[in-house]
């Protein structure tokens, strides 16, 4: 399995980026994808989640309204749009397939917002 992040990068408050994460080695359309975040000094946290198939999607409080998951199966990739983003979203954003002991995780992308 790999995960490969893309579209991170510098931008202002209020602005957006579309990260994409590409997937291959396995099936995409079976396994779940979802965007998790790191700031410095802080843990790991889940962002957004497509579920299977991208039949369902769900986000967490902080980014409800702002942030949209989506994904293009033929594609085998999942994107993140971020709108109207603040400072307090900038941190290291993860791809992740699957869940429990056998996810996998992609390298990380940088968002940093600041004006």
């Known amino acids: 399995v790999q995960l490969v992040e893309s579209g991170g990068g510098l931008a202002q408050p209020g602005g957006s980026l579309r990260l994409s994460c590409v997937g291959s080695?396995?099936?995409?359309?079976?396994?779940?994808m979802s965007w998790y975040r790191q700031a410095p000094g802080k843990e790991r946290e889940l962002v957004a989640l497509?579920?299977?198939?991208?039949?369902?999607?769900s986000y967490a409080d902080s980014v409800e309204g702002r942030f949209t998951i989506s994904r293009d199966n033929a594609k085998n990739t999942v994107y993140l749009q971020m709108d109207n983003l603040q400072i307090e979203d900038t941190a290291t954003y993860y791809c992740?397939?699957?869940?429990?002991?056998?996810?996998?995780w992609g390298q990380g992308t940088q968002v940093t917002v600041s004006s």
């Open positions: 992740k397939a699957g869940g429990g002991p056998y996810a996998s």
């Open positions: 497509s579920g299977t198939g991208g039949a369902s999607a």
């Open positions: 080695g396995f099936t995409f359309d079976r396994w779940s």
